[in-house]
């Protein structure tokens, strides 16, 4: 999922946020320690080992069951989506062959009035290409955040049951012991928190502005709609 891919990467923003609050009520809590009697060396006292974590996101992707499940929605949704339209793309190549074929026997008037309707279907078939893949895309995002915020809430748990100072990405990190690897616990919580996902795919109108309507002589010539690869 593309969205999940760039949503997850604040993910350690919010995180260290969230954790900062908890280590800022940790020392409000700590009583100050007493001042050393006059005439008497004292060593500092150790500071304590700072408590962190690990967590693979790519692998919360690609192996959550809500995720598998919106990628899979969203991809047999993008195949009808590419087969309605190339079922409308096929008479605008047809058309677009035989008004080229008709040029020479037209008169001027009647060639630049089939090219503006031919051009106003063009742009209203670009338009609804355009409105599926926005369609697509919403989807997508509405259910990375989805998930990215069960995520979030995973986490946070698990850094206030066990008083953690800070959780890293695995993607951020060269080497690091596997104890501190909380993956394996998030992903089998995510899946029995959402264990499904459905998407919501709706298309909205792609505005367009008209262009104003050009003089016989500065008309383009039509040209039949590229293939949507």
Do not use: C, W
């Amino acid at each position: 999922m593309a969205a999940l891919r760039a949503g997850l990467a604040p993910l350690v923003v919010l995180l260290l946020s969230a954790v900062s609050g908890v280590a800022a009520a940790q020392a409000q809590q700590t009583p100050p320690a007493p001042a050393p009697a006059t005439g008497h060396s004292t060593s500092a006292a150790p500071a304590q080992p700072l408590k962190v974590l690990v967590v693979d996101t790519r692998t919360l992707r690609d192996k959550s069951k809500a995720a598998n499940m919106v990628s899979e929605q969203l991809k047999k949704k993008g195949a009808d989506y590419e087969k309605e339209m190339r079922r409308q793309e096929q008479p605008l190549q047809q058309e677009g062959e035989a008004l080229q074929r008709q040029a020479a026997s037209l008169s001027p008037e009647t060639l630049n009035q089939k090219k503006r309707d031919f051009e106003r279907k063009l742009r209203e078939y670009d338009r609804a290409v355009q409105a599926k893949r926005q369609a697509l895309q919403r989807a997508d995002s509405e259910a990375s955040e989805k998930i990215e915020a069960v995520i979030l809430d995973i986490i946070s748990e698990i850094v206030k049951e066990r008083k953690i100072d800070m959780v890293f990405p695995r993607a951020q990190l060269v080497v690091f012991s596997p104890a501190f690897d909380v993956t394996d616990e998030v992903l089998a919580k995510l899946n029995e928190r959402l264990p499904s996902l459905t998407v919501e795919i709706v298309e909205q109108p792609v505005a367009g502005n008209e262009p104003t309507t050009q003089p016989a002589s500065a008309a383009a010539q039509p040209t039949a709609p590229k293939k949507k690869k």
